[in-house]
């Protein structure tokens, strides 16, 4: 059986031959960034966690450019000094790059893509990180190139806060990353985009666009409808009541609030974009809200203990899968 390395002579008494194979092994060699340039477009929340995992590792990108049309975003951003450089224009950045990611809400996907597609160079990748698939695809394709690879991306992670200011370099850390490749993306490319995503700490999983948005529907969309309704519910009691729910919210509720906070542009697009799939679970949802009614109505206990035995395996679950 061979020795390990840490039960191997020193290396001043080994072979020549493997002396340096033993240098090589001891001092770990960096990785080679992914890409020469990456250039993100909109900075916010995911934008500036991607700057930042990139800025901090080292192996995302040699060169970063931040591209917002908002003075006040660059201004930040600047401040910040998460990018080596930051723009205005998303077409005089695209033409240096080797990768764009659009980090926009997936409402402006498509003018943004006319924007950049014409400018990159042959060869370089367009990608983006929209929380729908089927929708940003089709806003995109119009303006696809032959010579411009499109790999399709969703990092399901994210806060409730938004901007330059919200994020971090380990937001990616252990969340999902869902890919979903077309008929036609090159495998080098993909492999490209994979990569990055690994190098962000994310988990990763590739499937088919109208599938992610289903799985989204449930697991992402759904539960933000709610927590908006929920709020705005609240948000119409009579005054008395209402005060009394901003005084005695309890966990449940601030919970509710948590989620609610999020960015109503971003969201707005999101429902919109993924209506078909989105109606389809709230559907769904409530004729269960119905059944579940009934059963406390007609004190069925059995089906109502059941729900909740659910519920608590689904989240024990989550903790056992790391995403809690």
């Not at 080679?32 to 929340?45: N, Q, R, W």
């Not at 409402?107 to 370089?124: E, F, I, K, T």
């Given at each position: 059986?061979?020795s ?6 020193p ?13 090589e ?44 049309v908002?003075?006040?975003?660059r ?5 910040l000094?998460?990018a080596?450089r ?7 950045a ?28 042959p ?29 399709p ?7 409730e ?6 994020g ?15 008929d ?41 409808l709610?927590?908006?309704?929920i ?7 009579a005054?008395?009541?209402r ?37 389809e679970?709230?559907a ?17 206990e ?9 519920g608590?395996?689904?989240?024990k ?8």
């Amino acid at each position: 059986m061979a020795s390990s390395i840490s039960d191997a002579p020193p290396s001043d008494t080994l072979p020549d031959a493997l002396t340096g194979v033993a240098d090589e092994i001891a001092t770990p060699v960096a990785a080679t960034p992914v890409f020469d340039t990456l250039v993100v477009v909109g900075p916010g929340l995911i934008g500036s966690s991607v700057l930042r995992r990139a800025q901090q590792k080292g192996t995302l990108a040699r060169q970063l450019i931040a591209v917002d049309v908002s003075p006040e975003v660059r201004a930040r951003v600047e401040e910040l000094g998460i990018a080596d450089r930051v723009m205005a224009d998303p077409a005089e950045a695209a033409a240096l790059a080797d990768c764009v990611m659009l980090c926009v809400p997936v409402g402006a996907m498509g003018p943004v893509a006319a924007q950049v597609l014409p400018a990159m160079r042959p060869g370089a990748i367009l990608t983006e990180v929209g929380s729908t698939k089927v929708s940003v695809i089709e806003a995109i394709s119009p303006f696809l190139r032959p010579d411009v690879a499109y790999v399709p991306a969703h990092p399901m992670a994210g806060t409730e806060y938004s901007g330059p200011d919200a994020g971090f370099a380990t937001l990616f850390e252990d969340r999902w990353c869902l890919l979903t490749p077309l008929d036609g993306t090159p495998p080098q490319a993909l492999a490209a985009i994979r990569t990055l995503w690994e190098r962000c700490g994310a988990r990763l999983r590739e499937m088919t666009p109208a599938h992610h948005d289903r799985v989204c529907a449930i697991v992402s969309h759904l539960p933000h409808l709610l927590a908006f309704t929920i709020c705005g519910t609240a948000d119409d009691l009579a005054d008395e009541t209402r005060s009394e729910v901003l005084d005695f919210a309890a966990s449940g509720f601030r919970d509710f609030t948590r989620i609610a906070a999020s960015d109503p542009i971003m969201w707005r697009d999101v429902f919109l974009s993924n209506r078909e799939a989105l109606l389809e679970m709230l559907a769904r949802f409530t004729e269960d809200a119905q059944a579940m009614a009934r059963a406390i109505r007609w004190g069925d206990e059995d089906y109502i203990v059941d729900r909740i035995q659910r519920g608590r395996a689904i989240r024990k679950s989550l903790i056992e899968n790391r995403q809690a």
